[in-house]
């Protein structure tokens, strides 16, 4: 066997260092907060992702199929025994809805407005939203084993908020289990089209995700033609003469 030329080793060197720094942190494109610029750039659809944790019940927000350390660490800012910081193990995380906006301006708007409920919830108010949550018996958040489904219910709760509060119309939100999202009342169904993920195996939840990107970005090229083709139509009305 010929002795491997030292181009190789580096490349080798290099891969392994990624590997080892995306298991440890996660997925590089999803470091870091998004503007419509940079989704568009990155290929990316007008969605937002919402992950939650199978341990704890927490939530996480995504502007792109994959999270983060980054993520985490600005999501749980005041972390305590009650909601702790989670850990970014890739077997903890399952996707519970994908959001699907009418446009990126949407989608940058609901994703901070999601992750700025979750810091006035957990800083700026943190006695209000204690004092509303379900307790046992000795006053303490209700929990069984460590999973703890109040997380769960406040974030289907602020995203029904969000929709609702920025009249995001043409939203299509895709759930793991319909009757995640609650009853109907909570929700404007004059904004919102509910549908459910399709079933899959939890080791090709990735590749899942980023089959939904590619559809949704396609779907939404496509209204982007029309709406051009409308208004293109509509100026070359606008400037033919009138004939007396």
Not at 52 to 64: P, W
Not at 72 to 84: G, K, S, T, V, Y
Not at 196 to 203: G, R, S, W, Y
């Amino acid at each position: 066997m010929p002795p491997k030329l030292s181009s190789e080793k580096r490349m080798r060197k290099f891969l392994i260092e990624h590997l080892k720094t995306r298991r440890i942190f996660g997925a590089r494109i999803a470091e870091g907060e998004k503007t419509v610029k940079e989704l568009a750039r990155l290929n990316m659809a007008p969605q937002v992702f919402l992950f939650k944790n199978l341990f704890s019940g927490q939530v996480l927000y995504s502007q792109v199929p994959a999270y983060h350390q980054q993520q985490i660490d600005e999501q749980f800012l005041r972390p305590n025994w009650q909601n702790r910081k989670p850990s970014r193990r890739n077997d903890y995380w399952r996707i519970m809805c994908v959001a699907t906006f009418d446009n990126y301006e949407y989608a940058v708007a609901a994703y901070k407005g999601l992750v700025d409920l979750r810091k006035t919830r957990d800083v700026v108010q943190k006695d209000v939203a204690q004092s509303l949550r379900r307790k046992n018996d000795d006053g303490n958040i209700w929990f069984q084993g460590q999973y703890r489904p109040t997380y769960t219910q406040e974030a289907v709760a602020d995203l029904a908020h969000v929709i609702d509060e920025f009249e995001l119309e043409n939203t299509k939100l895709t759930w793991e289990n319909e009757w995640r999202r609650g009853e109907d009342k909570f929700w404007r169904n004059d904004l919102i089209e509910h549908d459910t993920l399709p079933p899959f195996n939890a080791k090709l939840q990735t590749a899942m995700l980023d089959e939904l990107r590619i559809k949704a970005l396609e779907e939404f090229g496509k209204l982007r033609e029309q709406e051009e083709s409308k208004n293109t139509e509509q100026i070359q009305q606008s400037e033919q003469p009138v004939i007396a």
